[in-house]
């Protein structure tokens, strides 16, 4: 089992910054994807952005030019540097973890979710 551990929610006022981490522990034979999703009140989990191992990264439009996306794959963990704060990115944050426990065998992992609320 691959088990997410998530910090560094809150409460900021428009324009501030705050910065998510997730860990990832357990059974780990390799990650291919690393990155963060968000659900607002009545809303879909939505892509915010993701990282592979090599490096690529991919960001929903709305998040383009203010958040950036990072991971340190020898401690298998993923930052998400958001800067530039609107009260639209409110929501919950999950981080999400997929590649391999053994060669043959797969997985997709989600943190338990961290509440970020941008308000003045």
């Known amino acids: 089992q691959v088990q997410l551990v998530e910090s560094g929610g809150g409460l900021v006022q428009p324009g501030g910054s705050l910065r998510l981490s997730c860990a990832a522990s357990?059974?780990?034979?390799?990650?291919?994807?690393m990155g963060w999703f968000r659900q607002a009140p009545g809303k879909q989990r939505d892509l915010v952005a993701s990282v592979t191992y090599g490096g690529d990264t991919n960001y929903a439009d709305s998040v383009k030019g203010r958040f950036t996306v990072s991971r340190d794959n020898a401690d298998n963990t993923v930052y998400l540097q958001m800067n530039s704060l609107k009260p639209e990115d409110t929501a919950v944050y999950y981080c999400?973890?997929?590649?391999?426990?053994?060669?043959?065998?797969?997985?997709?992992?989600w943190g338990q979710g961290t509440q970020v609320t941008v308000s003045s």
């Open positions: 999400n973890v997929n590649g391999r426990t053994t060669y043959y065998d797969t997985f997709n992992s």
């Open positions: 357990g059974r780990i034979h390799s990650i291919v994807s």
